[in-house]
């Protein structure tokens, strides 16, 4: 099991450093861009005529505009014939205005949060153009962000790069999923094999994870839920029901409540705060519909069980626990990961690509503990085994 785990861990790093960037023939250059900042009940025929500003000369484009809808104003110089592909990433509800002079070519609509059913590409949170050779077009794009913070970036590339890096990604995404949900379900049978919680909790880690990341990298919202996205955002609160079942795998596998008695009460009280915490988040995201509260709610709580796990291994690092090792190298690979892909996260660059490496390589050393872990109970067993034959051949002695 570890072997083939390894394995996926190599494919998946193989991933990580191919394809290269990809350049792009246009972009949406934001210097050189009109903006105009409206009401959402604003319509195209409205403002088509309007005096747009530049970025910098707009204040109110710095601040969040959550509600509001933004108009960005563009001209294209096409030289040759081409299909282009214009994804909007994050992007909640996008509307694009194509015209060729004074006559509209184009209105197609996409969005994160839009319904799969009235995009233009349909799963896709992006819009296909054709552009001749030799024109001048004027682009207007209609931007309302309803939960994300607004991004103005524009990502556009030729059809055939992008649908060649979609698949890839697309592969990609699937292949770490699989392996999250394949060693979920062999952990889960295990459990009912041997009955040891240990497997239980892990099982339920995965699974959360495999949940909350099939949201994150949009799988969820693309192929799952695709006329109702604004339910895969309760996925996010799934992150505070993860350390809840981490905490349990960790309190089981390294038998804090033999070495450290006090703190094992501690931790059970913080896996029960957890639990409690993913309720209230819900409760709070359905009455708000504040997607960052929410997102901050996360963050402070797994801020906390960070601490709480920092404490456990300074707590635990004289008992001479051989397990330790694996406990801390496993976690070691996650929070790692984890923290460079939030420093570098992007719009453009989605969280998640080298945390899914953090995430193989835990299970791989979380595995490698638990086969330890038996070792050690096969050893056990056999040393009382021992201890009572030599105790059977002793009184049949002494009689």
Not at 6 to 32: A, H, K, M, R, T
Not at 87 to 111: A, C, N, P, Q
Not at 169 to 176: L, N, T
Not at 317 to 341: C, E, H, Q, W
Request: charged share 20%; glycine share 4%.
């Amino acid at each position: 099991m570890v072997k083939k785990v390894f394995l996926v861990f190599i494919f998946c790093l193989l991933g990580q450093l191919s394809p290269g960037q990809i350049s792009y023939p246009y972009n949406v250059d934001l210097e050189s861009s009109g903006f105009l900042l409206t009401s959402k009940e604003v319509s195209f025929e409205q403002i088509k005529d309007s005096v747009f500003r530049s970025y910098h000369s707009y204040p109110e484009l710095q601040q969040r505009r959550l509600g509001k809808a933004v108009w960005i104003k563009s001209t294209i110089i096409s030289e040759y014939t081409s299909e282009l592909i214009l994804d909007f990433l994050r992007k909640d509800y996008v509307d694009l205005y194509l015209l060729d002079g004074e006559r509209l070519m184009i209105h197609s609509k996409t969005g994160f949060l839009l319904p799969s059913s009235e995009k233009s590409m349909q799963r896709w949170n992006a819009i296909d153009i054709i552009l001749l050779a030799d024109r001048e077009y004027t682009v207007y794009y209609r931007i309302v962000n309803e939960v994300n913070d607004l991004d103005l970036n524009i990502n556009v590339n030729q059809r055939g790069d992008w649908r060649r890096e979609l698949l890839y990604g697309i592969i990609k995404d699937i292949a770490f999923l699989s392996v999250m949900f394949i060693i979920s379900v062999y952990m889960l049978l295990t459990y009912f094999q041997n009955k040891s919680k240990t497997y239980l909790y892990l099982a339920l880690y995965l699974l959360v994870v495999c949940l909350f990341y099939a949201f994150i990298l949009d799988i969820m919202r693309d192929f799952f839920i695709t006329e109702s996205p604004h339910i895969t955002l309760y996925t996010v609160s799934l992150a505070l029901l993860g350390p809840c079942f981490y905490i349990g795998f960790a309190r089981d596998y390294l038998n804090t409540k033999k070495l450290i008695p006090v703190w094992d009460k501690r931790l059970a009280i913080i896996a029960r705060i957890d639990l409690l915490v993913f309720v209230l988040a819900v409760i709070i995201f359905r009455i708000s519909n504040d997607y960052y509260l929410l997102v901050d709610i996360v963050r402070v709580s797994l801020a906390t069980n960070l601490i709480a796990g920092l404490i456990l291994i300074f707590l635990l690092r004289n008992k001479r626990n051989p397990l330790l090792y694996y406990y801390m190298v496993g976690s070691a690979f996650m929070l790692v990961s984890t923290a460079i892909d939030l420093i570098l996260w992007t719009e453009a660059e989605r969280l998640g690509n080298i945390a899914q490496l953090g995430y193989i390589g835990e299970i791989i050393v979380f595995s490698m503990g638990l086969a330890k872990r038996n070792q050690i109970a096969e050893k056990e067993k056999k040393i009382a085994q021992d201890s009572y034959i030599n105790q059977l051949k002793i009184n049949e002695k002494s009689h």
